[in-house]
């Protein structure tokens, strides 16, 4: 059984950073694609940045020179370290998995099987 849990959420300061932390049991994270989304309130969820299964990581142009995705196979852990921190990156933030190799369609919520509980950033103005 596949599971996800997210850590690391919190509140900072706008131009601030956090690192969010993603655990795997039942998934080896080297194995296909990974994923982070994010859903702030009234809208629908938005993939972040994600990781191919040759290493490729894909970042939505937003993030882009802001956050990274790195996993650690070891720990068997994915992260997000965001930097400059804006209003407009307060979401739920999600932790997402899945056996299929996504190509172009790395950033496609519908595409991912397994998916953690999220963990809330808040960057206030």
């Known amino acids: 059984q596949v599971q996800l849990q997210e850590s690391g959420g919190g509140s900072v300061q706008s131009g601030g950073s956090l690192r969010l932390s993603c655990a795997a049991s039942?998934?080896?994270?080297?194995?296909?694609?990974v994923a982070w989304f994010r859903q702030a309130p009234g809208k629908e969820r938005e993939g972040v940045a994600a990781?191919?299964?040759?290493?490729?990581?894909k970042y939505v142009d937003s993030v882009k020179g802001r956050f990274t995705i790195s996993q650690d196979n070891a720990k068997n852990t994915l992260y997000l370290q965001m930097n400059s921190l804006k209003p407009e990156d307060t979401a739920m933030y999600y932790c997402a998995a899945t056996y299929e190799y996504l190509y172009f369609r790395l950033l496609w919520p519908s595409e991912y099987k397994y998916w953690g509980q999220g963990t809330q950033v808040t960057s206030p103005h």
């Open positions: 990781i191919d299964a040759d290493g490729t990581p």
């Open positions: 039942g998934y080896t994270y080297s194995s296909y694609c």
